[in-house]
């Protein structure tokens, strides 16, 4: 099946953090891919990923990063899909600087930029099956399902001492 979001990180040792935007759209359907390009150790290989993305017939790009976290934005650079990133976590600076680097894009070039670490990555995730399931009826339904069922859990267990 096509894949309609890519999901890429600058190393392997964000998928603990990326994962979470799989797990939402394996919930809602929607097919995805997942690879490591970093904007640091492999940069030719980000641009031809960029430059290459619409053609493959992505829609929308989840890039996560942490640190210097110039992934997203230097994706957003060489495509005109829209970009939503992703601020992992760092050791050093919990996240803040990844959160920075990819938050303040200067003016004529977009990313979106979602939370710290996996709050963010489920939000990017959730946020590309939103967009989607503005052309796709059926995965509107499925969308609408999971925040009836977010819902639902809430107000049939409103008693905060019980699990
Ligand atoms: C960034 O550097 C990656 O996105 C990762 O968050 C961070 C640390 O990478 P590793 O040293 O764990 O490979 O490029």
New binding site residues.
């Given amino acids: 099946m096509q894949a309609l979001v890519a999901v890429v ?6 998928w603990p953090t990326m994962e979470a935007a799989a797990e939402i759209m394996d919930k809602l359907q929607v097919p995805y891919h997942v690879e490591v390009v ?4 492999t940069p030719d290989k980000l641009m031809e990923f960029a430059a290459s993305a619409a053609d493959r017939g992505f829609k929308i790009i989840i890039g ?6 110039h ?1 997203p934005g230097m994706i957003a650079s060489k495509t005109r899909l829209p970009v939503l990133g992703v601020p ?1 976590q ?1 050791k050093a600076l919990s996240g803040m600087d ?1 959160l920075l680097s990819i938050v303040q894009m200067p003016k004529g070039i977009a990313v979106g930029t979602l939370a710290i670490g996996t709050a963010g990555a489920f939000n990017a995730g959730l946020l590309a099956c939103q967009i989607l399931a503005n052309n796709d009826a059926e995965l509107a339904t499925r969308v609408d399902a999971f925040r009836e069922e977010q819902t639902r859990a809430v107000l049939d267990n409103p008693d905060p001492r019980e699990v």
Avoid: F
Avoid at 9 to 14: R, V
Avoid at 38 to 41: E, G, L, N, V
């Fill in positions: 990180m600058g190393s392997k040792s964000d970093s904007a640091h150790r996560g990063a942490g640190g210097a976290a992934l992992v760092s990844s």
